[in-house]
């Protein structure tokens, strides 16, 4: 209601938040705080304006008449009781909600599980079996059975609502052929899909995301027999077995079946994939339309992780291919533009009407890293075997870190793969280290820019080793690829898209700087010409690859002819030689060691250089 005319109304708004008292709205480019009687749900009975006169705006709205909160359901008549129950309760707050999502956590606690909420959730995940006849029942006649669990998660969106989610699944350890099933099913690559966004962002286009629900129902039919026992929600007689028509969440060849299902459909609508990432599909503009305008030939991409979709292209691949996509498979969620993607936080950058690139980050995955409090008794004393719940905190802190820095942190990255090193036996001050790991990373935020490039572009490979400074004489080495504009001078700064990293030691022992870095160069620059490769599937380009060493002596024996004393590098060396020969690598170039990129990865130091490329995107 109008705050002047209180039997008045402003007109629609969106609800965009929620606390106990008060409801934020967002209406006419303004966020207003209204109480909750000031707030009506169109559609509702007894809840339109021209249903309240001046007084009965003090009343409390509720969910329905006489509605009250349900008790939990034990049998599957008061289960559909109460979803029908929760449907009225939540009429009130579902229209004109801010549908972002801010939290999703899986709920392990049962107690929490049993209400109408999660009835709905196990009820739709039932419904889901049955309506895409995932099973059939039959006669229980001595049949190896494999037994069934609930998974539960619960998200929470900007506006308080909360969305819970039941799967049913299927205890695949029990599978009495588990040992001769094939579970293999290819995801995008993490670099893979930083080249994508790249790709995608030298082309000006809008990145999408797309959501297959139920992703693993709509699988091809199995070619085993598998017996499921029914779960007691269902209500099956005690005879009735369920015998599965397809592989479902749990079964080890579940992610399989359904991949090799997306994939056949993929290629029957003109979708090419490559061998360097299976899960990586893409259509030319000659298969969408008959027109060559543009940079190069791609008309669309498609990046395939489980169950989650990435793709970006011209008009007609949203209307020719993604169209018929959605109509073949379920879908969910979608987003375009801004959303989290394999835990990546991806933005479209464009301002005033002009397209400026993607940034991806993971501020808030990094923000909830657990941090470990130390023990007063463990201060100033001796280092022990941390305990089995420590050892438990160790391995989630270290595994939480290395997610962060294989995605978007090769800042930390050195320091996180130090920790890992000790993640099979760690002690009370490895423990102290990793909280001191998770305290910087939380400090420092970054933001990876994949800016519209202009081509002609270049890789440029960032190669380096630190020399026997980790135990048993193993030396730690990394490498950074970017791909940048291919500018006049190479003194010229020069905007780049960080494509992928690796921070690692070194295959073998080796026994001088000299063939530490060789050894290195060597797995960089087949990285390197793998992603090229890749590249030019995709766009036709043909892209030089530069690579970058410190090791004045790595660079003199690759241009000079000069003598080799050990033995087993000069395999290694003659291969670099030979890939510049093959026109597979462009050259290899000095640089200083202040200029090294990739130094950062290979020790453990402040990362200002390697900071500061990041954060303006610009190379020197």
């Not at 241009?559 to 000069?570: A, D, F, H, I």
Request: some cysteine; charged content about 25%.
């Amino acid at each position: 209601p109008d705050s002047k005319n209180i039997a008045g109304w402003r007109g629609p708004a969106v609800v965009a938040g929620i606390d106990d008292t008060v409801i934020q709205v967002r209406h006419g480019g303004q966020y207003l705080r209204k109480a909750p009687t000031h707030v009506r749900v169109p559609g509702l009975p007894g809840h339109g304006p021209e249903d309240r006169d001046e007084d009965d705006l003090e009343k409390p709205v509720s969910g329905g008449d006489g509605v009250g909160v349900p008790k939990p359901a034990t049998t599957l008549s008061e289960l559909l009781a109460n979803v029908e129950a929760a449907k009225a309760l939540d009429r009130v707050m579902m229209v004109g909600v801010d549908d972002r999502i801010l939290t999703k956590e899986v709920v392990t606690d049962r107690t929490l599980v049993r209400g109408p909420l999660f009835d709905e959730a196990r009820l739709t995940e039932l419904k889901s079996w049955t309506d895409k006849a995932v099973y059939e029942p039959v006669e229980y006649t001595g049949q190896e059975l494999i037994t069934t669990t609930w998974v539960y998660t619960l998200k929470t969106f900007v506006s308080g609502k909360k969305k819970a989610k039941a799967r049913l699944v299927a205890r695949g350890f029990q599978d009495p052929m588990l040992a001769d099933v094939d579970g293999y099913a290819p995801t995008v690559a993490r670099g893979t899909l930083r080249l994508l966004l790249a790709v995608i962002a030298v082309h000006g286009w809008l990145p999408h995301t797309i959501d297959v629900t139920t992703a693993f129902l709509n699988a091809k039919p199995l070619d085993r027999d598998v017996y499921l026992r029914p779960p007691p929600e269902a209500d099956e007689r005690k005879e009735i077995v369920w015998r599965m028509v397809v592989a479902v969440y749990g079964l080890r060849d579940a992610q399989k079946e359904w991949f090799e299902t997306v994939r056949e459909y993929l290629f029957s609508m003109g979708g090419t994939s490559h061998p360097n990432d299976s899960a990586v599909f893409m259509w030319t503009k000659d298969s969408l339309i008959m027109s060559k305008e543009g940079l190069d030939g791609l008309g669309g991409v498609l990046a395939v992780h489980v169950d989650d979709f990435l793709w970006a292209g011209i008009s007609e691949f949203k209307t020719k291919i993604i169209k018929q996509i959605k109509q073949r498979f379920p879908v969910g969620e979608e987003s375009s533009g801004e959303f989290v993607y394999t835990g990546l936080h991806v933005k479209t950058l464009i301002e005033n009407g002009e397209y400026l690139g993607i940034e991806v980050q993971q501020h808030d995955y990094v923000e909830g890293i657990t941090r470990h409090a130390e023990k007063d008794e463990d201060v100033g004393q001796p280092p022990r075997r941390c305990s089995p719940e420590e050892h438990t905190k160790y391995r989630g802190m270290v595994g939480q870190l290395a997610w962060a820095t294989g995605m978007t942190r090769p800042d930390k990255a050195f320091e996180t793969n130090m920790l890992a090193a000790k993640s099979n036996s760690p002690t009370t001050h490895d423990l102290v280290k990793a909280d001191k790991v998770v305290q910087k990373i939380q400090r420092v935020h970054v933001t990876l820019k994949y800016p519209k490039l202009k081509p002609p572009l270049q890789w440029i490979t960032y190669s380096d080793a630190a020399w026997a400074n980790l135990d048993q004489g193993h030396t730690a080495g990394g490498y950074i690829l970017c791909l940048a504009e291919l500018t006049g001078k190479d003194s010229d700064a020069t905007r780049f898209a960080p494509v992928t990293w690796r921070c690692k030691r070194v295959r073998r022992v080796a026994r001088s700087t000299f063939a530490a870095e060789t050894l290195v160069a060597v797995d960089a620059m087949d990285e390197s010409v793998a992603l090229n490769q890749l590249l030019t599937w995709l766009t036709g380009w043909t892209v030089p690859v530069n690579l970058r060493v410190d090791c004045k002596s790595l660079h003199d024996h690759i241009y000079k002819s000069k003598g080799c004393t050990e033995k087993r590098l000069v395999v290694e060396l003659e291969s670099i030689k030979q890939a510049i020969r093959n026109e597979d690598i462009n050259r290899v170039d000095w640089v200083e060691t202040t200029q090294q990129l990739a130094d950062a990865l290979t020790k453990k130091m402040t990362p200002i250089h390697l900071l500061r490329v990041l954060r303006t995107g610009v190379l020197d």
